[in-house]
Structure formats: structure tokens, C-alpha cells
């Protein structure tokens, strides 16, 4: 179908064509390389020991029986780390030094169970393994809290003495406000006001492919092949905790098996660094399932309370919210996504918007998707649902009167510029989905429809491309983002547009730290959106060479040259009369004419756009049993411009996916002694394919007028609906509303048994 | 202890190799043997990223012992294709961009290849439950279902 699409279509217009992906042949074989793929000669293994405590102070940590294990080559601790001291801080983007020296291995305490306290190498896994065990840990055991509110209590066990809240230590390390007019003005203009509070579990980001790499050092110079969300990031990191120059790591992006913001920071390189520069090997870690929901970075549990107001004509005047996030081990939850976002896609005149970040006893938060923006526009939706309710109005309806539009001021900052929330709605609206009846009740299962709308900041940033014309005038483009889930694509079609040739002539590339300038994240939906403009920047110059390539042959000025249709043409007949050169002719004659010819650009990209988009969700619920089923989802996003439609669609239809398991059946559940009591695919139950229906995705594209080719960002705004959307759903199949997540079967079954008392 | 010896057959061809008692199928396919196509997403059989055929089922190979291997016949993703020739599964996968970062994809490319084998015609909820115990997290399904009944339909086009 794509392929035929293609040809169909004039040749040169690639935008928003379905191509095939550069990287996609060796996918479907087996051959593209992931992290935990990669072996070296003399390579050894590296294991991780990790705290069955949730708390405690770390009194002794004896290391000799380990290291006499036969097999062992090095182990291990806090001391072989670069301390970052806990008076002051060293951000690297958004992390803080002094917590990711402690992440990655427990110094005075340990945090949370499954904190790194030392690392093994040895000649095999199974040795490691058996090593870690003959480590002796001496720890004095401290009461411990996870859930925020708990944590949040004047009397909760304080995780850092060095953090305090209001002069006192607390487990309260931040807090950011949004605020917009005057609440209480607002409030007095109300006729109708609902205020609920909203609790959500930690969620994990769920990559397939657990945190994997290898390391080498070889005369003080260091190779990390890793699976990550950025090599720049992994260097950095690495540099920062060995003590070595970043001129003398070399960070390789290995194939990333799934991220979701979850492998934006490290846990086992810098491990794997240190042991290899110890031993003089190469040392390959691999974490198991296990290990990754215990010890990498689940998003944050919540607590949130949402107080809306509204005229009885339909206008809401103002809101108040308060977003609790579990930070884990260490400071940093999303509270800015969740403040900022959760009212952004409405033109409220009056909102004070509270985020506080708050440690607990559970690993250290990471990304995931929209960090915090999902938690916040759950209580947001869930609140505009019983408004429209309670106004007697359509909940679209009641949604698209109060729509951010252009010139509208949101709470967070931004005045909005054209934005294409409205046609979300407005598309919704019309879809075949909501104007299609539910069915009836029927064998005693009921049935529903949820409607939610979400925000998401997007990102510009750092990137940097390269774009060389070979000598057959097919092109090489490298960039230096990590491609998670057809990146590669979307910079062939564009390269291959700007320079008017078949994508097929085209080869992308990512680049390790040493062969392309800095690049930061794949995360933040930034990628498609900055590597465009370095992409596109960087072929613009590519052209502007070309044409004065041609010039030089045809003996005329560069100005009367054009460049169509991957060709150089005279730019009238001014110009001369001369047969077009294509790029294959003018590449062939690139050494007579100046030398190579390719062009770079590096940029720290500005004018990202905030995206939007409205879900639409039926549901059946078996009152018997408690089950959930969805039974149909259809997606509405403001893309700006979709450069490659298929993976623009599979982001909407994944996000989608991940906030229905977030919804209904994720969970992190932690048993009485702190521990995580579920970390396996079979009991941290994600949708697996019989869960679900088909994903409905409209793409609606507003243009960003500036971006080159118009593009918003696409890949997190899909996860921050559908928790309302759900939500919603089952409250018009029950009439009975849930105010914590997930709503799994035990839950609804207990809320259906309350109900038949 | 000593290590077994095993015969067996991989994507058609005779292949020995030495392993541990307790040693997996996919440990060995991912390291002596070097056919890293197939990916450990759990070690638990609930992610399916290692599904291989032995003797045309599918199993887990991370719940399989290598020395179950003897006489067998395995299939890998390795031996999907024929040379540069690709499956029709693996092709319309491209075509419809049925993966993202293709961790799952070559699991889910042997459980529907098995399924092809065995139901040339399957409704949307056949190739759901089907593929029940292989987990994407990228996609959503959506475009694997689809890449998978389209497939069927092809290839029944071109048997007729």
C-alpha cells in the first residue's frame, strides 16, 4: 500500500507520505543491533547487589569474601563513584548530580528496595550473581513511607535531613505555583462548583527491552554501547560519576528497545564504566525484568484535588487545583507537568495551579510520556465531566465552548498563538464515533462514553545534523537523536523533499557522541520537530553548494541557477541555455568543482508549539465480574504536519494504549515490608493485544508556522486524555464515579457490591 | 559439572553446541550461537520477544532448557527470510509500519507466522488471542493486527 501510495504521488513530495522506514529491513530480521546484542572480545559481566530495605542508614559494607569468589574481577561501591556533595547542586538538563551519584549507588543510605549498594564483575553473570550475595552489609533499619500522602504527614519518617519544607525537614523537597486573575473572584461568579480529590498509582513506563550495555576502556579511553534516550546524556553522565573527560568516552547508541522518557537517565553505565576501568576489560550489564521495576523509574503516585467553577450558561471562571507527586528516593516529580497542564486547554480567567514534590521510600521518578501532565488532566476531565453534567450540557459541547484558542492566556505562562484544539473538538464532534448510538444494556453488562481533551508543552532544544552528498549523488544524513519509533523516516522524507530526490537515495544515520555535534533527549516530543530544522537547515546549504556547483561548470553567476526537482536548472533564459544537472552529475563532478560537498548545522531550536487533543472512549463493564473492556477509542490530535502519517498515527494509537492500562489495570503494588509485590510482565498487568480494540487516529493538522514544515511535536499529548476519557466512560456506564486509578476488576467489583447494599 | 552436548536443527541447518544443564534455549541462541535476533524482554515467558518455533509450535525459548533442543527443529527469526527475500509478514510489517522500536517485532513476527501456518483466514479476534502473549508497548496492536490480516489476505490471494 505505502510503497504504491508513494509512486502514485509526485515523486518529489515525500512529506507526509508513508514511506518505508531506513531502519526497517533489519527489524523484521532480527538484525538491528539493541544494546544487550552487542558482545567484545575478553568481555566480561557485571551484577548489581541491591537493598532489600526500603530504608536504612548503610553502616558497613564488606566487600573481601566477593572479591576472593573465583571469577571475580572487581567489585564495587559508593566509593568508586564521584561524590557529588549534598550542599550543592550540578544540574545536567533536569537532573541533579547530587541524586544521580546516589541513584546509581547508595551512599549513606539506601532509599528504596532495590538501591544499588555495590557492583560485581566477573567472568560470568552466574558468578556475579553468586558474588553479590557474599557481600556483607551492615544497616541500621529506618521506618519507612511510599505513599505521598503519607509522606506528606508531619510525622512521616524524613528521608534527607538536608531537605526542608517551611523551616522544618519534610519530605516536601519543592513546590511551584501557576497563577492566573484571582481565584476567588472567580469562584463568587460561579453558579455551579465542583470540587473532588483524585489519587493514582505509580505507573511504569513498560519498554520491552530492559536497561542493557557494554563498556570497554582501553588506555583510558571509554566505548558505552547503551540502549538510551540520548548518547550525549550517557556521556555526560558517565563523565560526571567516573571522573574521566568527555573527549575520552565515546557514548554509541545502540538500537533502543522503548523509552517513554523512562531511559532519559543512566543506572548501569556508570557502573559498567568503573568496573571496566578496574578490571581492563570489557564489562556488558544487563538488568532482569525484575530488576527493572524495582530499581528504574516508574512515574509518580499521586494525590491531586480539582475544584472548577462555572456560569449556569456554560463558562467556566475559574479553577484551583493541587498536584502531589511522588518523587521517589530523590527530588524531581513532574509537578510542573501536571500544575501546568492539567488546565491548559481551557480559557479559564482565573486558576492557581500547586505542584509539590515529595520524596518517598520508592525508586527515583523518571520520565514517562507527558511527565505529569496525564495526572493532572485526569482530575481536570474528570471535573469537566460532572460540570457538563451538572450544567445539563454535551461534555464536547461544554468542552469547546471554554477551548483555548488563539490569543488565549494560559496559566503557565504562554499566550496561546493559532493552536488546533478547537477541531479536535469540533472533529470529535462530527465523528462517526460519537454520533453512533452505545448499545443498550444487555446480559447484564452496561455500557459507556467518556470524553477527555489533554495538553502538552512540547519541546525544541538542542540538535545537530549532518547531510553529505556521496559521489553517486545518493545522501547520508546523521543526526543525534536515538530513533525510538521511526524517527529515521521522518528526516528521509524530509531530506528528500527539501532536495527534491527519491527517498529511497537517502540513508539516515545516528551519530555516537564523537561523529555528530550535541544533541539533546529523544524526549520532550521534540525530536521530528528539531532534527527537521537541522535536517532542513542543514540541506538548504547542501543546495545553496549545488547550485553553485553548476554555476561553475556552466561558466554563469550562482544567483541564475535554480534548484527543482533535484535538479539545477538556468533560472531563466537570461541565464544561458543548458541542460539541467542532476544531483547525481554535479556529485560526480565534485571534486573538479570545489571538493566534497555536505553541510552541518547545529542549532539550539526554539518556537516549539504546545499540542492538543481530544479522545473519545466506549466501554462495557460486567458487573459480574468487575471487568472493563474497551469496546471503541478514537483519538483527535493537533499534529501540526504529519511528516511520516504512520508513525504519527502509531504514536496516537500507543499513547492511547499505555493510558488505558494506566487506567484500568496498572499498578505498582508494595507489600507491608516497603517492597514491590508485582515486578513481573505477569502481575504489573499492561494490555496485551486481546485487551484491546482497534485505535482509532485522526490526524488534524494547524500548522506551526514556526517550523519549517509546520510540525507541533506528536508523541506524548496521546497519553494525557485517556485516564479521563476512561473515566468518564465507566461513570456513564455505572452512573457511579471512581476517583482513584486504576479501576481494575477488584475495585469496581467492590464499588458494584457497596452499591447493591 | 560437565556441559551436554546437543544436536539439534536451526533454521534448517544441523548445528551442535555445548550447555549447561540449567542453561536456556534463548541464552544459548543469544550467545554461543550468536542469533541475537531473538530479544529477552522478561525471562519469564510473559513478554514473548523470544518466541521461536520448535518442531512449528511456538514456544518461549527463555522457558525452554537448551538441552530440550536435541533432535528438535528450531526456527528463528534468523530464518525468516529467504537471503534479501523477505516473508510477506515482514514485509507488510514495514509497509504499515506495524513496529516502532521493533524490540517485540521479531517475537510477534514468529507467533504470526505460526498462526498463518495454521488458520490462513483469521478474524481480528483470532490474531488477538493469538498474539495474546506478545507485548508491544509501542504500538497499541493496532497497525500489527491489521499488518497480519492484510498479510493473510494476501497470501491467500496468491495461493488461489
Known amino acids: 500500500m505505502s510503497t504504491k501510495e508513494s509512486t502514485s504521488a509526485n515523486d518529489n513530495k515525500w512529506i507526509g507520505q508513508r514511506t518505508i522506514r531506513p531502519d526497517g529491513a533489519d527489524k523484521v530480521t532480527g538484525r538491528a543491533a539493541f544494546a544487550a546484542d552487542t558482545t567484545m572480545p575478553g568481555m566480561i559481566w557485571g551484577k548489581v547487589l541491591r537493598s532489600p530495605h526500603p530504608h536504612a542508614r548503610i553502616k558497613s559494607i564488606n566487600t573481601r569474601k566477593a572479591e576472593a569468589y573465583p571469577g571475580v574481577k572487581a567489585v564495587i561501591t559508593a566509593k568508586d563513584i564521584v561524590d557529588f556533595p549534598l550542599d550543592k547542586s550540578v544540574m545536567l538538563g533536569i537532573q541533579d548530580m547530587r541524586w544521580m551519584c546516589r541513584n546509581v549507588m547508595a551512599r549513606e543510605k539506601v532509599l528504596f528496595a532495590g538501591h544499588p549498594l555495590a557492583a560485581v564483575a566477573a567472568t560470568t553473570e552466574k558468578i556475579a550473581a553468586e558474588a553479590c550475595k557474599l557481600i556483607e552489609v551492615e544497616y541500621e533499619v529506618l521506618p519507612f513511607v511510599i505513599d505521598v500522602e503519607e509522606a506528606m504527614k508531619p510525622n512521616a519518617p524524613v528521608l534527607h535531613d538536608f531537605v526542608k519544607f517551611e523551616g522544618k525537614p519534610s519530605n516536601i523537597a519543592g513546590r511551584l505555583e501557576h497563577k492566573l486573575g484571582d481565584i476567588d473572584t472567580g469562584f463568587a461568579k460561579a453558579d455551579v462548583v465542583i470540587e473532588r480529590s483524585f489519587r493514582t498509582k505509580p505507573v511504569h513506563q513498560g519498554y520491552i527491552e530492559p536497561h542493557a550495555c557494554l563498556v570497554s576502556v582501553s588506555d583510558g579511553k571509554a566505548t558505552v554501547w547503551s540502549s538510551s534516550q540520548g548518547q550525549f546524556m550517557v556521556r555526560a553522565m558517565c563523565a560526571y560519576m567516573s571522573g574521566i573527560p568527555q573527549n575520552d568516552i565515546r557514548a554509541i547508541p545502540a538500537e533502543i528497545g522503548g523509552g517513554f522518557g523512562g531511559k532519559t537517565i543512566v543506572y548501569l553505565e556508570p557502573l559498567a564504566l568503573v568496573l571496566a576501568k578496574k578490571t581492563g576489560r570489557p564489562v556488558k550489564m544487563i538488568m532482569t525484568r525484575t530488576e527493572v521495576f524495582h530499581a528504574s523509574g516508574p512515574t509518580s503516585g499521586s494525590y491531586s484535588t480539582i475544584k472548577m467553577g462555572a456560569t449556569k450558561d456554560g463558562m467556566l471562571v475559574a479553577a484551583r487545583g493541587t498536584f502531589c507527586l511522588q518523587a521517589g528516593a530523590f527530588p524531581g516529580s513532574p509537578i510542573r507537568g501536571a500544575a501546568g497542564c492539567a488546565f491548559a486547554p481551557y480559557n479559564i480567567p482565573n486558576v492557581y495551579s500547586e505542584g509539590f514534590d515529595v520524596v518517598s521510600n520508592r525508586s527515583k521518578v523518571a520520565a514517562y510520556r507527558a511527565p505529569g501532565a496525564p495526572i493532572g488532566a485526569y482530575g481536570t476531565e474528570c471535573v469537566m465531566d460532572e460540570l457538563a453534567e451538572a450544567l445539563k450540557m454535551d461534555p464536547l459541547e461544554f468542552r469547546l465552548k471554554n477551548a483555548a484558542r488563539m490569543g488565549t492566556k494560559a496559566a503557565h505562562g504562554p499566550v496561546f498563538p493559532r493552536i488546533g484544539f478547537v477541531e479536535t473538538i469540533e472533529q470529535a464532534k462530527a465523528h462517526a464515533h460519537y454520533t453512533t448510538a452505545l448499545p443498550k444494556a444487555r446480559n447484564g453488562k452496561l455500557y459507556g462514553r467518556g470524553v477527555a481533551s489533554g495538553f502538552w508543552f512540547n519541546a525544541g532544544g538542542e540538535s545537530s545534523a549532518q547531510v553529505n552528498v556521496n559521489e553517486d549523488g545518493t545522501v547520508v544524513v546523521i543526526t543525534g537523536h536515538p530513533d525510538i519509533g521511526g524517527s529515521r523516516a521522518s528526516t528521509a522524507n524530509i531530506t528528500a523533499e527539501v532536495l527534491g530526490i527519491d527517498y529511497r537515495k537517502v540513508s539516515v544515520l545516528i551519530g555516537d557522541t564523537s561523529t555528530i555535534g550535541f544533541s539533546n533527549l529523544t524526549g520532550g516530543s521534540r525530536v521530528t520537530y528539531a532534527s527537521a530544522m537541522v535536517v532542513t537547515q542543514s540541506t538548504e546549504q547542501v543546495i545553496a553548494t549545488l547550485r553553485e556547483r553548476a554555476a561553475k561548470i556552466w561558466k554563469i553567476d550562482p544567483d541564475a541557477v535554480v534548484w527543482e526537482n533535484g535538479e539545477a536548472r538556468p533560472a531563466g533564459d537570461n541565464a544561458g541555455k543548458f541542460e539541467p544537472l542532476s544531483l547525481g552529475q554535479i556529485a560526480a563532478q565534485a571534486s573538479a568543482t570545489g571538493g566534497p560537498i555536505g553541510a552541518g548545522k547545529q542549532l539550539n531550536t526554539t518556537g516549539a508549539e504546545g499540542g492538543f487533543a481530544t479522545h473519545l472512549c466506549d466501554v462495557e463493564v460486567d458487573p459480574d465480574l468487575g471487568i472493563v473492556r474497551v469496546l471503541r477509542y478514537t483519538s483527535f490530535q493537533d499534529v501540526g504536519r504529519a511528516i511520516h502519517p504512520s508513525y504519527v498515527e502509531g504514536q496516537m494509537q500507543g499513547g492511547a494504549a499505555q493510558g488505558i492500562g494506566w487506567a484500568l489495570s496498572e499498578e505498582y503494588i508494595f507489600d507491608k515490608n516497603g517492597k514491590l509485590d508485582n515486578p513481573s510482565f505477569l502481575d504489573y498487568r499492561m494490555p496485551v493485544c486481546s485487551d484491546l480494540p482497534m485505535l482509532d487516529s485522526v490526524i488534524i493538522e494547524v500548522p506551526n508556522t514556526k517550523h519549517p514544515q509546520g510540525v507541533r511535536g506528536v508523541g506524548e499529548v496521546p497519553l494525557v486524555p485517556p485516564l479521563g476519557a476512561v473515566s468518564n466512560a465507566i461513570y456513564n456506564a455505572l452512573g457511579r464515579r471512581f476517583y482513584s486509578l486504576p479501576m481494575s476488576p477488584p475495585k469496581v467489583l467492590a464499588a458494584m457490591d457497596l452499591a447493591a447494599e | ?160
Request: glycine share 12%.
Open chain 2, 1 to 160: 559439572m560437565a556441559k551436554l552436548h546437543v544436536s539439534t536443527t536451526i533454521n534448517g541447518e544441523p548445528q551442535e553446541f555445548l550447555c549447561e544443564a540449567d542453561q536456556s534455549m534463548l541464552d544459548v541462541l543469544r550467545g554461543p550461537l550468536g542469533l541475537t535476533g531473538s530479544k529477552e524482554g522478561c525471562g519469564t515467558g510473559d513478554c514473548g520477544a523470544c518466541t521461536i518455533t520448535v518442531n512449528g509450535r511456538i514456544v518461549c525459548s527463555c522457558l525452554m532448557l537448551a538441552a530440550e533442543a536435541e533432535g528438535q527443529k528450531i526456527g528463528t527469526i534468523e530464518g525468516m527470510a529467504d537471503g534479501e527475500k523477505l516473508h510477506p509478514l515482514q514485509q507488510k510489517f514495514l509497509e504499515q509500519a506495524a513496529l516502532q522500536c521493533g524490540i517485540c517485532t521479531p517475537g510477534v513476527l514468529m507467533a504470526a507466522k505460526s498462526l498463518l501456518e495454521r488458520n490462513p483466514n483469521p478474524s481480528e479476534h483470532d490474531v488477538r488471542f493469538w498474539l495474546a502473549g506478545n507485548l508491544c508497548r509501542c504500538t497499541g496492536y493496532d497497525k500489527i493486527i491489521r499488518a497480519v490480516m492484510e498479510t493473510a489476505a494476501d497470501m491467500r490471494g496468491a495461493a488461489r
